[in-house]
């Protein structure tokens, strides 16, 4: 290596010591700095590393490559390889062993002197060492010597010891080579493959070359310039690198004819390749003057059958340094750690840090994993301070049937838990509007049903004009109030808002009972008082304040409405209007507004958003003018569609404007399980043919479908086509006849077909000993169970080790012709089958197909097929 930039080396055994190959070898130890003062002499590798020269060996000059020895004795025994194609053995050391105290100095000496260009120990025989010389017409390049063998001290001609005539004393040569391969060509590197004592990769001038000792006169060789470097990998010994120029090439040897993968191209030449020891499938490479070392990470995807497909390639660059890098060494065991060396000796000590990847699990835990490390992010079980993510609720919501009550639709807001006042608006409001649907389709089928889905909005542009308001009487007090006539429209409109029951009473107590009970008594007050009934609303408010969870406020609020005077200037109402505001309730605020309010100007009340949406509307049908009322119903509309709020969905229904404002729900929280059902309950085909729907729909079915909750997805889809039949999908899977091509499933169906019952093709009784065991078009027969050997079509049943349970099912209850136990199953690759029923109880005690001559693992093949439904496992 004289002349040449320096390399390193680090002891196969000794993983604190390596060794640095330039005009002379130096042997230093590393040792950790991290709770130690670096020693006087000592070089600072990194951080926490630092190196101590212990001895230099400057016997062999004009190296040009070194191979350390890979048994554990003699520990510091290092080969050599000379200008002059010698291989001399030399250590860095002490050994006081006799037995191998003989092999240090001993050289090994080719017929014809030229360049050694590399060496490489055998690791299964360590006592074989393999040269690879460069070209000489009537000599070979590859020799294996046996550093064992008997000396040799032959005489030897001039031209070879020139170049150790300065030596003082006589050496032990080794003239006789073990093996000797490559005539006639030049070899540039060479590995042993780890599988076999005898087998050898060499890279010759111009192919790659596998040697097999055991008949030398025969070689497997693929052309290729790539014949440099070529090294094997540790975890894959099928799989070798080489390199020519700034091009890395990635070699099978199970499939020698051409390169499995080349890697990108460099636009310097390559100078070192080598795989990580500690890593599978890591290649670093060095390209000439740079201080950048590029890392290749080879991961392969495994598939069911055990074909290998082509590895994936992730591709790095690390800096270990500012200068340029000679070489660098992989340390041994140590993970990814490696050292380099920069041409002027200067050493650092890095390791590769591994890429961190971050999984999210369908069920939200979170896990990442770093080198040989997975760590899981889990979350304390008693920390309810934090809001649960959405994706926890839905699957919360899933698992309790959420949106799938299509009778009492109210109550699946009780079903999400109870805790979110807009899904609980929502659910009331779809409640009422089914409920209203129904009332009015019995009343005059027509189109009048699809109003209500249009929303208030919609109902309310369709009654302009044609309402006169008049004076109402007070309840309890000498005051008259401007309340507008209620026809049909506004009628619906407050029944939609929960004010009023369906019917012709307009009567609103038993809203306010409900209230009452559900103790908002402050919410009673104010519909009481909206309603013209203050001594009701003083009545409620007293009844709330002695209740068990009432305020005693209450009864100061019930004391200050029954000194309401209507003067304009009295001390009450300038009172009132200033200390209102001071009030926690919303409700308690609207109702001093609106006593205080001048006739026709009810600002106060229909612009507090803290109260309801439902309750504003109703209280803008009553009092507002039909140009008021649409002018205001347009603004909150937009409103509630530019804010994502689900109380809007009143004043949208399940139109455009309700699909817009579906999107800004969706957008804001992620819910597309709430946005999904709400769509499909009561929407036009227009609206559920939209884009957006259909998107939230599948959306969700993948969430299902990735939470492992198959019998709920199949809810939802059986949900989904009562309420959009143009949602039934069609057949997909069909049994097909494998003689005529006719679908065996359709023309077995429980309708005779063409005027022929079942008893002509063998089916005879009650529809549960059905059997069906030939084509009904071509009449050629089924085939048969591989188990029960019987045709396919008979029920399981009727065969051998069929359950007496299925005699009893009635198939005419559910129009099918067969249980699930009676279904045609085979396998796609070896295709053989059977009754349902019978392969699931073959393979849960077999790998193997049931059919003696055939060796196909088939349930191994389905990647799905351990998986089990996650529906019964509690989050």
């Not at 990998?233 to 070798?240: G, K, L, S, T």
């Not at 599978?280 to 392969?300: E, F, P």
């Not at 835990?365 to 959405?390: F, P, Q, T, V």
């Not at 899933?398 to 109870?418: C, F, I, K, M, P």
């Amino acid at each position: 290596m004289s002349g040449t930039k320096p390399d390193i080396l680090w002891a196969p055994h000794q993983v604190d010591r390596f060794v640095v190959c330039d005009s002379e070898l130096s042997l230093y130890h590393v040792e950790s700095t991290v709770n130690s003062e670096l020693k006087a002499g000592s070089l600072r590798l990194s951080e926490d590393s630092a190196a101590t020269l212990l001895s230099i060996n400057s016997d062999t000059p004009y190296m040009k490559c070194v191979a350390w020895y890979l048994n554990y004795d003699p520990e510091c025994l290092l080969a050599v390889g000379q200008a002059n194609g010698r291989v001399v053995l030399t250590s860095l050391g002490q050994d006081h062993n006799s037995k191998f105290k003989d092999l240090i100095g001993k050289e090994f000496v080719p017929k014809h002197a030229r360049q050694c260009n590399t060496l490489a120990w055998n690791p299964l025989d360590s006592n074989w060492l393999a040269a690879g010389l460069d070209k000489h017409r009537a000599d070979f390049s590859v020799l294996i010597w046996d550093i064992c063998s008997k000396y040799t001290p032959d005489i030897v001609p001039m031209e070879k010891v020139r170049l150790s005539a300065g030596e003082t004393e006589t050496t032990l040569l080794v003239t006789k080579p073990l093996y000797e391969l490559g005539q006639n060509d030049a070899c540039l590197s060479l590995c042993w493959l780890p599988r076999d004592q005898k087998l050898l990769l060499a890279g010759m001038h111009r192919n790659l070359a596998i040697f097999d000792l055991r008949n030398t006169s025969q070689k497997m060789f693929v052309n290729t310039k790539a014949v440099q470097g070529v090294t094997v990998d540790p975890y894959f010994h099928d799989r070798v690198a080489s390199f020519y120029e700034g091009q890395v090439a990635i070699w099978d040897l199970r499939k020698f004819e051409k390169p499995v993968l080349t890697l990108t191209e460099q636009p310097k030449p390559l100078t070192k390749v080598a795989w990580c020891p500690t890593r599978t499938g890591l290649l670093a490479t060095l390209t000439r003057d740079s201080n950048i070392i590029r890392l290749y990470d080879m991961q392969h995807t495994p598939t069911p059958i055990g074909d290998e497909t082509e590895p994936t390639i992730i591709e790095r660059s690390v800096q270990p340094c500012d200068n340029y890098i000679a070489s660098f060494a992989w340390h041994p065991t140590s993970q990814n750690r490696m050292i380099v060396v920069t041409p002027n000796r200067t050493m650092s000590d890095f390791t590769v840090f591994e890429r961190i990847s971050l999984a999210w699990s369908p069920i939200t835990s979170l896990m990442w994993a770093c080198g040989r490390h997975l760590y899981e992010c889990a979350e304390e079980e008693n920390d309810n301070s934090l809001e649960k993510d959405i994706a926890t609720k839905m699957r919360l919501r899933a698992l309790s049937r959420y949106g799938l009550d299509t009778e009492q639709v109210w109550r699946n807001h009780v079903l999400a838990g109870n805790d979110d006042p807009q899904l609980k608006s929502l659910w009331y409001t779809l409640h009422f509007m089914k409920q209203y649907t129904e009332d009015m389709d019995q009343k005059s089928p027509g189109n009048k049903g699809s109003l209500v889905y249009a929303g208030i909005k919609s109902i309310v542009k369709s009654s302009l004009g044609m309402v006169e308001s008049s004076r109402h009487n007070w309840s309890g007090l000498d005051k008259q109030t401007d309340i507008q006539n209620l026809n049909e429209e506004r009628i619906l409109a407050l029944q939609l808002c929960g004010w009023i029951k369906k019917g012709t009473d307009i009567d609103v107590g038993p809203f306010l009972n409900s209230l009452v009970q559900e103790g908002e008594w402050e919410r009673a007050a104010a519909v009481a008082l909206f309603n013209s009934d203050i001594r009701r609303a003083i009545q409620i408010l007293n009844e709330g304040a002695s209740s068990e969870k009432g305020d005693l406020n209450l009864n100061v609020v019930a004391m200050a409405l029954s000194g309401y005077t209507d003067e304009k200037n009295s001390l009450w109402r300038e009172m009132c209007s200033t200390l209102r505001l001071q009030l926690n309730n919303p409700y308690l605020c609207v109702m001093f507004a609106f006593l205080t309010s001048e006739t026709g100007s009810y600002d106060g009340v229909l612009h507090e958003n803290k109260v309801a949406v439902r309750d504003r509307v109703a209280f803008a049908c009553k009092f507002l003018s039909d140009t008021q009322l649409n002018r205001y119903i347009e603004k909150l509309t937009n409103e509630m569609k530019e804010a994502g709020n689900l109380e809007g969905i009143l004043l949208t229904g399940l139109t455009k404007d309700g699909v817009d404002l579906m999107e800004s729900y969706v957008d804001r929280t992620g819910d597309v399980q709430t946005a999904s059902y709400c769509m499909l309950q009561g929407s036009p085909l227009d609206v559920l043919k939209d884009e957006r729907v259909q998107y939230w729909i599948e959306n969700y079915r993948n969430l299902l479908d990735a939470w492992r909750f198959w019998h709920k997805r199949a809810e939802f889809d059986i949900h989904r086509s009562k309420l959009d039949p143009s949602s039934k999908p069609l057949a997909q899977v069909f049994v097909s006849c494998n003689f005529c091509g006719k679908s065996i499933s359709y023309s077995c169906s429980a309708v005779p077909h063409q005027g022929r019952g079942f008893s002509q093709y063998g089916v005879s009784g009650s529809p549960t000993k059905s059997k069906v065991t030939s084509c009904p078009g071509c009449r050629k027969p089924l085939p048969r169970c591989a188990l029960c050997l019987i045709n396919m079509g008979t029920p399981v049943s009727s065969c051998p080790g069929g359950s007496k349970s299925d005699e009893k099912v009635d198939l005419s209850k559910d129009k099918k012709l067969a249980q699930f136990n009676n279904w045609f199953t085979w396998c796609h690759n070896c295709r053989h089958g059977g009754h349902a029923g019978h392969m699931l109880s073959w393979f849960r005690d077999h790998a193997e197909c049931p059919v003696s001559a055939c060796t196909c693992k088939c349930m191994q093949l389905d990647t799905t097929g351990n998986l089990v439904p996650a529906e019964t496992v509690q989050p």
